[in-house]
């Protein structure tokens, strides 16, 4: 089992901006049109390059982490933030000052490649904060 930081949020200057997930670990970044299915794609997202090393004979921990600033914006989203559910993330989808910090769990077989992929998220594993403009 392998649990990968991501970063969720969207645009606040931009009407309909989709929800990025920005997995901070190997610097992957996905969409989607709610917080739950920004998810679902960064996980498919990751998914994909742990397959692609694999097959190529890379280990994807050798990709590089997001930037500081991002990790310190996750941080602060876990720490100052309110703890939601995921079944009660379509609740907030309708915000844009929003940053989402979520664990996602993703079992990987020993040598890298997925095997019999389960996304697993724990009732309070994911954060938020009400402000994207929060100095992090």
Known sequence: MRTFSVL????????DAPWVAHCLDWDLVSQGTGPRHAIAMIAEAIQMVAEDDAEIGLDPDHRKSADESEWR???HAQEAGTKVRVSDLESIAHLTHVR???AINIEL??????DE???RHSPFAISQIADNHCSA
């Not at 969720?8 to 009407?15: A, L, Q, S």
């Not at 077989?109 to 997925?114: H, L, S, T, Y």
């Open 73 to 75: 914006a996750f941080l």
């Open 117 to 119: 992929w389960r996304e």
């Open 100 to 102: 989402i910090a979520a």
């Open 8 to 15: 969720i949020h969207r645009d606040p200057e931009v009407d």
């Open 109 to 114: 077989a020993n040598d890298g490649k997925p």
